[in-house]
């Protein structure tokens, strides 16, 4: 199964969904590719008739492209394209929501992995003028691809469609009171006076897809501003901001040509090198993977195993990270805990299976040696997270794999060994224990299997469960489990590391065991905890925030209501230069982040690739 990766979790706010990602469908499970379900659309849209073979974004478009101007990418669709509506909750690429922001419909500002920056983009700066009103000056040169300005009602219209709408954006809507226009360039977004939220408000500047107001106002009216009908637009050849426009699309492949009049050639300098972009849709990872292999693909946002096996056999083959773990870490996949379960009721039973835990053994065999040495805490061991927590005085605290320690603690609290070798704490056996994911989500399996095994030292018993992914988010949002495995909030955007820790440990507004929750599905509780998650997105010192953070992350360590059991990229980004050569990679000091060429600052790869070698480039057509 691919790769789905999170961006903020207030989505899930306004969505009967878990996590917040792209909207791509699900192909066949592949060994070592999985992420949880997205909550969003799966299938079409109510009544949307899926595209006919051959239909074009641009009448009479070829379905082929010269090899030596188009870019191939594979792993962000999965399935025949069912609509272009970035409303209709399961849009396809190229303007699927969080992932290739910049092709088409492009964002205000973009989010750069590296330092977790917002760059220039359709915005040219914002600013806080008071604590509740973030002005944002727009680009003057901005236009739309048919020809019209981009201005600021454009802004405070596609925002607004979110208040008027439950579209994917609706959830920021809990934070902000208005989105005015002042003057042609320029908007105020007003916080709300009585849940103001500066975090969420920076995600909406780098996310939210803008869209123009002269065309949709119209798509309204036609559909008498219902949204069910407004969804069955499969919105074709949609007019967007963005260095590229929709040229051709069927079940196999969908294809975008550059706009040579875009806009953008004043903030960039120039024009993108590739003159297509192509992504086909492969059946799963296997297909994608000898695409790849063979130079077919250029950038693969999909798991590879073994990736070094390319470059070993010759292949011109580049991750941005030169050695392990090869990819930039951007989430954390956890195991949550039932925290009224007997027996896991107590955090020091929880914390002899943290210590239990063969995490090596995980990211060799699960992850494929992607992921690096295990540090627990809230925050990633690396890049622009490190920043918010004092590490000296959280390392007292973290465990690390440690089984004698492990069996140790469980003597200290009374726990003891029963004639089977299982534990028994004040009258409860430690066991069996139900632990899950879905079933084909390989690398989860696998991780889950481990641990399970790995408690078995301790004298715990772990069962795996591995139920069809509707009854494990069903089970997840009721509490239904014992311990379950899922992804706080992964991704880089400004609400990080706040955005993961509300996910995992936010008790207000959280129902109990049996109704539906959309964060903190284990149902942890600790008043300080939540008075701190309140407190951080309306704090601009530095040194507040990360004693802050530092003191939350305390608290989860000595409570453990999860346990993260690896890290993974944000992106997939693995590339070829059999055609196209001059991507970034670690150390090129162009601050270039991975990803994937398409998506936030990434798409500043485009700018700098150019032919490897003409020869090589003339190959066969697509």
Known sequence: MKLRLLTSPIFALAFAGVLLAGCESTPPPAVGNSQPSTGKQEAGAPGAAPPTAGQTGQAGGPKETPRNETLYINGIQWGAPTNFNVLSGNSAFPVNYGDSRELIYETLFMINQLDGKLEPLLGTSYTWTDDVTLRVELNKDAKWSDGKPFTSDDVAYTYKLGQKYQINWSSFWAYVEDVVADGPHAVNIKLSKTNPNKLTVLDSIELIPMLPKHIWEEKEKQAGNDLATLRKDINADPVGTGPYKMYFYNDQKIIVARDDNYWGKSLFGKLPAPKYITHIIYKDNAAGDLAFKSGQV?????????????????????????????????????IFFNVAEKGLDNPDVRRAIAMSIDYKKIADLAMSGYSPAMQPALTLPSGTEAKYVDQAALKPLQWATDVKAANELLDKIGAAKGPDGIRVLNGTRLGPFEIECPYGWSDWNAALEIAAQSSKAIGIEIRTKFPEQPVWNNNLQTGKFDIIMNTPAGGVSPSQPWSRARTIMYSKGVPAAGE????????????????IIDQI??????????????????IWLKDVPSIPLMYRPWKFYTVSEAVWKGFPVEGDETNI?????????????????????????RGPRR
């Open 298 to 334: 250029d950038v693969s946002q999909q798991f590879t195993p073994q990736v070094w096996n390319m470059w070993k056999d010759g292949k011109p083959v580049k991750t941005y990270l030169k050695d392990a773990p090869y990819y930039l870490p951007g989430s954390m996949p956890s």
């Open 537 to 554: 997105p309306m704090i601009s010192d530095e040194a507040q925030l990360k004693s802050l953070y530092t003191e939350l992350t305390q």
């Open 516 to 531: 539906m929750a959309f964060w903190n599905w284990g149902r942890y509780k600790n008043a300080r905890a939540d008075e």
């Open 593 to 617: 982040p991975p990803q994937i060429a398409i998506d936030g600052a990434g798409v500043r790869a485009l700018y700098q690739i150019h032919i490897t070698n003409h020869d090589a480039a």
